[in-house]
Nanobody, 123 residues
Framework: VQLQASGGGLVSAGGSLRLSCANS????????MGWFRQAPGKEREFVAA????????VYADSVKGRFTISRDNAKNTVYLQMNSLAPEDTAVYYC?????????????????WGQGTLVTVSS
């Protein structure tokens, strides 16, 4: 499994970005997918996850109502739409493929990780 995250960049507070995570392996469609982030000097934290069907999603309280996770299994791609961005959202964002088809908020529930994409939100 090879995960390629993209879509990061510099945006002003209140702006939006959409991250994408492309998976090179077809078998990924049976796995839940998640997004995590790591800000400078902080530990990696859970952001959002989606089950393999795309019907079940879970979000960290800090992003609920602002971020939306979705997936297109035909394209082996997971997305993270981020709206109303704030400086505290600045971090490297990682996508990950879960060990199972169900969502998990714990990093230990994920087997494969992408390389990360940097999101910087200016005030």
């Amino acid at each position: 499994v090879q995960l390629q995250a993209s879509g990061g960049g510099l945006v002003s507070a209140g702006g939006s970005l959409r991250l994408s995570c492309a998976n090179s392996r077809r078998t990924s469609s049976n796995n839940a997918m998640g997004w995590f982030r790591q800000a400078p000097g902080k530990e990696r934290e859970f952001v959002a996850a989606i089950n393999w069907r795309g019907a079940d999603t879970v979000y960290a309280d800090s992003v609920k109502g602002r971020f939306t996770i979705s997936r297109d299994n035909a394209k082996n791609t997971v997305y993270l739409q981020m709206n109303s961005l704030a400086p505290e959202d600045t971090a490297v964002y990682y996508c990950a493929s879960a060990l199972s088809s169900s969502t998990s908020t714990n990093a230990s529930g994920y087997r494969y990780w992408g390389q990360g994409t940097l999101v910087t939100v200016s005030s």
